[in-house]
């Protein structure tokens, strides 16, 4: 009985709390309706209480307008220095993969698919590289007729020397010697790499279907962002160019060493042979030991000329492996001045601020207001 009476206890509870938190429930409906119009009302009171500090709303507004001036006067423009150009690359083997096959089997390697993990994309990560960044800064190009590093010229730009003074590490520091740098100058240039990474340069493929490669370099001295965007692009496509077909280089490097090294036993023997004729020219058939001297001189320069011709073949082969698997860098347009040039507006400068700044006092207007009422109940 007092499991039932129970059991009875917990429906008929159950049953109150569906009846009063229901949907169906008129009171939950004339609860919804309350809440509906309560917002409507407090809407309008905010609106009502915006209208009233109009005076502070437009004093804040006019505060940003002049700040926004104060910021597009002295705001320096940013150039744009933009060099696009193809990257079409060389085959994989050169063609000559029969040919190559055919060497391999007599030792020669004719270097085909050298640089096969060096492929198109890497070329914009080497673009991000530090090796790349450093060598660009420490290039020498010409600046209103002086002659300055690209490094000295960003340093001079931003007055970074005035507060290098202060310090005794940095105050004489230089990048002439471009071996020998000390922990110093390493920190100084790791810096610099970071500060281009970080929006300077921008490296990217316009079309991902296309091998068109786009650099751009910006920044407020139009002198420099040429000059940058010009060295970093020879340099990094020179050093791809490099890597991809080193191996071919060097084979076809001891390819020729081996060629030069050859003709000069061939023309050594062929003058033997003329030697020896000429110490005997009337050789007598009964002195078989003058003859033996004269037929070994003639047998060396049968193999020496055999030899020859095939190391002259695979040379060949070489060379052509080399000039197809070498990619082609087409440049298709380059920076020329005046470079495109971004410059915030006075009048928007003064749109921006105004906007900008009413927004933040509404908002801060409204959230105290809020606060207070929270506070308040």
Do not use: C
């Not at 002295?74 to 083997?93: C, M, R, W």
């Not at 050859?262 to 042979?273: A, E, K, P, Q, T």
């Amino acid at each position: 009985m007092s499991q039932d009476k129970d059991q009875i206890a917990k429906h008929t509870k159950k049953a109150k709390f569906t009846e009063k938190y229901s949907d169906d429930n008129p009171a939950n409906i004339q609860n919804d309706e309350i809440s509906l119009k309560e917002l409507i009302l407090k809407l309008q009171e905010w609106w009502k209480y915006i209208l009233s500090k109009w005076i502070i709303i437009l004093m804040a507004g006019i505060i940003g307008g002049a700040l926004g001036f104060v910021y597009a006067w002295s705001k320096k423009p940013v150039y744009t220095a933009q060099t696009t150009f193809v990257l079409e690359e060389g085959e994989s083997g050169g063609g000559l993969g029969q040919y190559a096959g055919i060497a391999s089997m007599m030792g020669v390697d004719l270097g085909g698919g050298g640089g096969g993990i060096f492929k198109g994309d890497n070329i914009l990560e080497l673009y991000k590289s530090r090796r790349m960044i450093q060598e660009t800064l420490l290039a020498v190009d010409t600046f209103n007729g002086k002659q300055q590093s690209l490094i000295e010229r960003y340093i001079e730009f931003n007055k970074m020397r005035d507060g290098w003074n202060e310090k005794p590490n940095l105050k004489d520091i230089h990048f002439d010697n471009l071996n020998n740098f000390n922990r110093t100058q390493d920190s100084v240039i790791g810096k610099l790499v970071e500060t281009l990474n970080s929006g300077i340069l921008e490296v990217t493929k316009p079309d991902k279907k296309l091998s068109i490669i786009s650099v751009s370099v910006r920044y407020g001295d139009e002198l420099f962002a040429k000059s940058l965007a010009n060295n970093i692009v020879s340099k990094v496509n020179t050093f791809y160019i490099n890597t991809k077909t080193k191996k071919s280089s060097e084979n076809l490097a001891i390819l020729q060493n081996q060629s030069d090294s050859v003709r000069r036993v061939l023309n050594s023997s062929i003058g033997g042979v003329a030697a020896a004729v000429d110490a005997n020219p009337n050789l007598n058939p009964a002195f078989q030991t003058l003859r033996v001297a004269s037929q070994r001189k003639q047998v060396d320069v049968q193999a020496s000329g055999a030899i020859y011709q095939e190391i002259v073949k695979n040379l060949e082969m070489a060379k052509i492996s080399l000039r197809n698997e070498k990619p082609l860098i087409q440049i298709i347009d380059e920076p020329v001045f005046p470079l495109k040039m971004e410059k915030l507006g006075k009048a928007k400068g003064i749109i921006l601020g105004g906007i900008i700044f009413g927004f933040l006092t509404i908002f801060f207007l409204l959230s105290r207001k809020i606060f207070k009422g929270l506070m308040a109940n």
